[in-house]
């Protein structure tokens, strides 16, 4: 039996978005009236269709029972703990305590230098950092639990003290487990969950929100020549088994969060046609992260080679998601983002 999806779009905002909900022409995205929809497409791996959300009874009556289970989760309030996701996007800084990261390895990790960037980031409107200790940029190989965790442990003793969330970013349960006793707030694997084993066990015992990431390969092969059968879908389709995963393995909270991993194992149509479909992730249930922060792509679009310099293509492509319904964005450069997100939002939701 053929597999159908269903992704959102055509987007209203603000005012205007809220007249349409009243009336019933738009739904709302996770029951905030101030950004909804009118249309849906409705893909499969041979066709895809966009039709209003008013000509769903011309659908056949299995399609229509699908699509309207979809919208139920795509238009459900969502509740995540600690996070208010109706005052979206959240910016997720980044705080790489590495030597070696792509944009800025070597920056952040000697002394009190780490602790001082987290503190910058939260002025500017960071509501979660993102700690990592090891590199996961195109080509790094993996890292000791040792070293890793030294690399992190001074900085995260003193964050614990900060007013903010903090998201470890790490692909191994080890490290996860001690985090989460010094006060770590979610977990962020790239690996998908797929690195270490012992990783749903720890996530399961603690009761911790967590990023699911999509990753094809590792970051020492992930570049080499991905490929995909349809990028969308396949991932949509990893996300699916992932969830349909945890579950089984008893975990029943639902603070959870898709991470479709822009960047990673992925080529530049790849991440091309994820950043201008992403609405379709919506439909799983779940709030919507990326990372677009510097990324090759930008490089690839722009000809801009030093990932410093690559501010312009991140605050477009979080804006573009902005228009998706995005819900967080994990980013470098936060007050620009921030100050970016602030204007748009001033315009589009007046």
Request: charged content about 25%; some cysteine.
């Amino acid at each position: 039996m053929e597999k159908y999806y269903t992704r959102v779009c055509n987007f209203y905002y603000g005012s205007y978005s809220r007249k349409l909900v009243r009336k019933k022409n738009s739904l709302p995205l996770n029951g905030n009236s101030n950004i909804s929809f009118d249309h849906i497409e409705i893909l499969s791996r041979k066709n895809k269709k966009l039709i209003n959300i008013k000509e769903l009874k011309k659908l056949s009556l299995s399609l229509q029972k699908k699509i309207k289970k979809d919208l139920k989760l795509i238009t459900k309030r969502k509740k995540f703990s600690k996070i208010n996701l109706n005052n979206y996007p959240i910016i997720m800084g980044v705080l790489n305590l590495t030597p070696d990261s792509f944009s800025d390895g070597g920056k952040y990790n000697k002394k009190n230098l780490g602790l001082l960037h987290a503190r910058k980031l939260i002025k500017s409107g960071s509501s979660i950092i993102d700690i990592g200790g090891e590199s996961t940029r195109p080509g790094a190989k993996e890292l000791k639990v040792k070293k890793e965790w030294q690399r992190i442990e001074p900085t995260l003793k003193k964050l614990k003290y900060e007013k903010c969330l903090l998201s470890l970013d790490t692909r191994k349960s080890e490290i996860m487990q001690k985090g989460i006793k010094f006060g770590v707030n979610m977990i962020n694997d790239v690996s998908g969950l797929k690195h270490d084993p012992k990783t749903i066990n720890i996530l399961k015992h603690y009761k911790i929100p967590f990023v699911i990431h999509h990753m094809q390969g590792t970051p020492e092969t992930m570049q080499k020549n991905p490929k995909y059968k349809n990028i969308l879908l396949d991932i949509y389709d990893f996300f699916e088994k992932q969830i349909k995963l945890i579950k089984n393995k008893g975990i029943s909270h639902n603070n959870i969060i898709i991470d479709p991993g822009i960047g990673f194992g992925k080529n530049l149509k790849h991440n091309i046609t994820l950043i201008s479909n992403i609405s379709l992730f919506h439909s799983l249930g779940f709030p919507i992260l990326i990372g677009i922060s510097r990324k090759r792509f930008i490089k690839d679009l722009s000809g801009i080679n030093d990932s410093q310099e690559r501010l312009g293509g991140t605050i477009s492509s979080a804006l573009f998601g902005m228009l998706q319904g995005v819900q967080m964005y994990r980013v470098h450069n936060v007050n620009e983002v921030n100050q970016s997100i602030k204007v748009f939002k001033t315009f589009q939701f007046n």
